[in-house]
């Protein structure tokens, strides 16, 4: 109970870390890049500020959600609130895909009438600074998603991982808009808005993935099916579900026992085999359903008659 308990505690700090580092990096971002497009009035600064805009909108967000997301259950919501990760998923899809809209209009605007970027060695010099920041930021969030698999976190780290090649890009086109092309600063602003239009469709398919109750990988059903095949008193076990809910997974099935135990026994070797499984699988909650093989005998039986009749 105490390993359970400890995974639990573990996973909801490190995705607090991840959203509080996110939100703290793109916050700082914002503001040099914002003044950087002042100052340059390059259109490839203005992508880079709105892209560093919607990560702090998607991290706020993130940082609201996940306080949500990692309440326990209640009477309300007896299977937790796992989902409001893919909902805010949703929600900064439809953001990124309006802002990136937006950006490939501007950018076509600058292509038709072209100016000259000035002051480009501050452009210069708060892309490099963006870049360093991105990169320690990426290394966290993919420790973080490979401890915890946070929906959440994942979205947010699509927004920073292709932010690495986006300031770049800003940094080519500062460097060809302040005197080799005046068209370079207009073409990569509209790059900026597909990629983010990218970006929003993977995170718009990540959600619906996991708003869609997916089942667990076939490694970890294989992983469930051993746990249980390897109690001695395991006669077999059938009709493995399972589902997963932000952090939490569901996993239920049909044990397989001897006709002859009592249900005291039955039901001392179900709680056996769900400690095993929350240990290994946690957080998740276990679902056991105890058949006598008699009786699982009869059902295989009467599925085949059934079958032959059609």
């Not at 040099?32 to 500020?49: E, G, H, P, Q």
């Not at 109750?213 to 667990?216: A, C, I, N, T």
């Not at 569901?250 to 044990?255: E, G, K, S, V």
């Not at 058949?291 to 059609?310: C, F, G, L, R």
């Given at each position: 109970?105490?390993?359970?308990?400890s995974?639990?505690n573990?996973?909801?700090?490190?995705v607090?870390?991840a959203?509080?580092?996110?939100?703290?990096?793109?916050?700082?971002?914002?503001v040099?890049?914002?003044?950087?497009?002042?100052?340059?009035?390059?259109?490839?600064?203005?992508?880079?500020?709105?892209?560093?805009?919607?990560d702090?909108?998607?991290?706020?967000?993130?940082?609201?959600?996940?306080?949500?997301?990692?309440?326990?259950?209640?009477?309300?919501?007896?299977?937790?609130?796992?989902?409001?990760?893919s909902?805010?998923g949703?929600?900064?899809?439809?953001?990124?895909?309006?802002?990136?809209?937006?950006?490939?209009?501007h950018?076509?605007?600058?292509?038709?009438?072209?100016?000259?970027?000035?002051?480009?060695?501050?452009?210069?010099?708060?892309?490099?600074?963006?870049?360093?920041?991105t990169?320690?930021?990426?290394?966290?969030?993919?420790?973080v998603?490979?401890?915890?698999?946070?929906?959440?976190?994942?979205?947010?780290?699509?927004?920073?991982?292709?932010?690495?090649?986006?300031n770049?890009?800003?940094?080519?086109?500062?460097?060809?808009?302040?005197?080799?092309?005046l068209?370079?600063?207009g073409?990569?602003?509209?790059?900026v808005g597909?990629?983010l239009?990218?970006?929003a469709l993977?995170i718009?398919?990540?959600?619906?993935?996991?708003?869609m109750?997916?089942?667990?990988s076939e490694?970890?059903?294989?992983?469930?099916?051993?746990?249980?095949l390897a109690?001695?008193?395991?006669?077999g076990v059938?009709?493995?579900?399972t589902?997963q809910?932000?952090p939490?997974r569901?996993?239920?099935?049909?044990?397989e026992?001897?006709?002859?135990?009592?249900l005291?026994?039955?039901?001392?070797i179900?709680?056996?085999?769900?400690?095993e499984?929350e240990?290994?699988?946690?957080?998740?909650?276990?679902?056991?359903h105890h058949?006598?093989?008699?009786?699982?005998?009869?059902?295989?039986?009467?599925?085949?008659?059934?079958?032959?009749?059609?």
């Open positions: 109970m105490n390993d359970v308990l995974k639990k573990d996973y909801s700090f490190w607090r870390v959203a509080f580092a996110a939100t703290a990096t793109a916050l700082l971002l914002f040099l890049k914002l003044y950087a497009w002042v100052a340059t009035d390059a259109s490839s600064m203005l992508a880079s500020a709105t892209d560093s805009m919607l702090l909108f998607a991290s706020l967000m993130n940082v609201v959600i996940l306080h949500y997301a990692l309440a326990p259950a209640d009477e309300k919501h007896k299977f937790g609130h796992g989902k409001a990760e909902l805010a949703l929600v900064q899809a439809a953001f990124v895909t309006g802002s990136a809209l937006l950006l490939i209009f950018g076509f605007d600058r292509i038709i009438h072209p100016k000259l970027v000035v002051k480009t060695e501050i452009g210069i010099v708060v892309t490099i600074i963006a870049i360093v920041m990169l320690l930021l990426v290394v966290l969030q993919r420790f998603i490979a401890k915890t698999r946070s929906v959440a976190i994942s979205a947010d780290a699509l927004h920073y991982q292709s932010d690495l090649l986006l770049l890009g800003v940094l080519a086109a500062l460097i060809l808009s302040s005197g080799y092309s068209y370079a600063d073409i990569f602003t509209c790059l597909v990629l239009l990218s970006g993977k718009i398919y990540l959600s619906v993935h996991n708003l109750d997916h089942e667990l490694e970890e059903q294989t992983q469930i099916t051993a746990i249980v109690h001695d008193s395991t006669l059938h009709d493995l579900r589902r809910s932000g939490q569901f996993i239920q099935f049909h044990l026992l001897d006709d002859r135990l009592s005291l026994e039955a039901h001392g179900g709680e056996a085999i769900e400690e499984i240990a290994k699988f946690s957080p998740c909650e276990v679902f056991i058949d006598p093989t008699s009786v699982v005998a009869t059902k295989t039986v009467n599925e085949d008659q059934d079958s032959q009749k059609k």
